[in-house]
Each structure stands twice: as C-alpha cells, then as structure tokens.
C-alpha cells in the first residue's frame, strides 16, 4: 500500500521511518520493520505483531499521570491513555531481553522524548514490570495497533514538559477520577485508547489499590491475550 503522507505532519512522519520489533505470538523477536509497516491495517490483518511498551506513573499523592495524544499523532490523535506507550526499537540496546532492560531503556527515552522528563528521574531499576498483553486495535480504515504490551508501573514525582508534537495536554487523576471519566466518556466525548481501555479494565485498579505491594503482581512468562 502506497501512503499519501502530504496530509500528515512531518514530524510524525519521519518517526514512521523507525526500526520496531516484529514478534511472534510468544514474544520471540523476529527482525525489524518500520513503524509504518507495522501499523497499516492490510499487514497487521495479515498477522505482523510488534513489541510495545505503556508506562504508568503514579505520583507520591498515589494519582496517576495521562496524558492526551497530539492532534498531530498518525494513530489515535486527541485520545486520552496513561502516562506513555511507545516501542522498543531494533537497536542493540532495545532489543535486550534480560529483566526487560531493552523495553525499560526504551520507556526512560520516550518518557523524556514525549513528556521531557529527564531519565534521571526514572532510574531503569525503579521502573516495575507487572506483565504483558497482546491485543490489537484498528485505530482507522489504514491504521491500527497489534502489539504485545509491556506493562510498567513507576512511583515518585516527575518533572514534565511536555513535547507538544506528540503530547496534547496531562493532568493527573485519582481512582475515582478515573473510574469517573471512563464511566462518562460517551457523554463527554472523551477518547480512550484502546489499549488504555483494557490495562484499566482487566488490571489497574487492583494494581492501584497495592502500589506499595506490586511484587505479589508480577508475572514474567504469561501474555495476556486480550
């Protein structure tokens, strides 16, 4: 499929270009392919899966940071998800497996690329891996999402700034600001991510009630279809 990118920003365009992860259905890397190609629908519905990663940030009053996707973004622009989703890339230091570091490494640069929060921070070994899901979401009739999703969870007070071509506005919520804005969101028009939908519907809100005891969650060899 040829795509006509004069109607896209160029930033957003120039990212399509980036190396992501192309997996099997056990998480087992395969090779590298742009981000373009692993997002247009005609080849996710022919079965391509890429390696993703969301990031959840919960603040010392224990609310949680969103942020609401760029006008600019190609894939689910304006909607609301948590704190950061992106992909590690095919590089040397994004496609190591040992404790997830390549997935944490490429967390920590697009926590800083997105929402300008220094690494520092977001120390690697303080990012908590709860699990991973497998889903997919067709975000319009070209584009879409088919991803194995590496949850982690990071707790402390960041500083943001956010980068407008990827980040429309953040705020912080708590549980039931949250359970709220889902609960409202056809009336008020709010967009949410599908894969924000189904991290919140299947899993968060246990997590959020056991911040300090998160260990008890984490599962290292289940993916979770969704």
Same mark, same amino acid.
Request: aromatic share 10%; net charge negative; charged share 25%.
């Given at each position: 499929m040829t795509v006509d990118w004069a109607s896209y920003d160029q930033e957003q365009v120039r990212l399509m270009g980036e190396m992501c992860i192309v997996v099997d259905e056990n998480d087992k890397p395969l090779r590298g392919d742009t981000k373009e190609s692993c997002h247009l629908m005609t080849n996710i519905n022919?079965?391509?899966?890429?390696?993703?990663?969301?990031?959840f940030i919960f603040n010392s009053e224990g609310k949680l940071l969103l942020q609401q996707r760029?006008?600019?973004?190609?894939?689910?622009?304006?909607?609301?998800?948590?704190t950061c989703c992106s992909h590690p890339l095919m590089t040397p230091e994004?496609?190591? &497996?040992?404790?997830? %570091?390549?997935?944490r490494k490429a967390a920590q640069r697009k926590l800083e690329h997105e929402l300008?929060?220094?690494?520092?921070?977001?120390?690697?070994?303080?990012?908590e891996f709860l699990t991973r899901i497998?889903?997919?979401?067709p975000s319009d009739g070209m584009w879409g999402e088919h991803e194995i999703d590496y949850i982690f969870i990071f707790r402390g007070d960041?500083?943001?700034?956010?980068?407008?071509? &990827?980040?429309?506005? %953040?705020?912080?919520v708590t549980k039931a600001e949250l359970e709220e804005m889902f609960e409202t969101a056809d009336q008020t028009g709010v967009l949410l991510t599908p894969w924000f939908r189904l991290i919140v519907r299947v899993f968060l809100y246990k997590w959020w009630d056991n911040l300090d005891s998160l260990k008890q969650f984490k599962d290292t060899k289940t993916i979770h279809r969704l």
């Open positions: 022919k079965g391509l899966l890429h390696r993703a990663f969301s990031v760029a006008d600019e973004k190609i894939t689910f622009p304006a909607y609301f998800t948590n994004e496609t190591e &497996e040992q404790d997830q %570091i390549g997935a300008g929060i220094p690494p520092e921070q977001v120390p690697l070994d303080e990012l497998h889903y997919l979401a960041v500083t943001c700034h956010p980068n407008p071509n &990827e980040v429309k506005s %953040i705020k912080y």
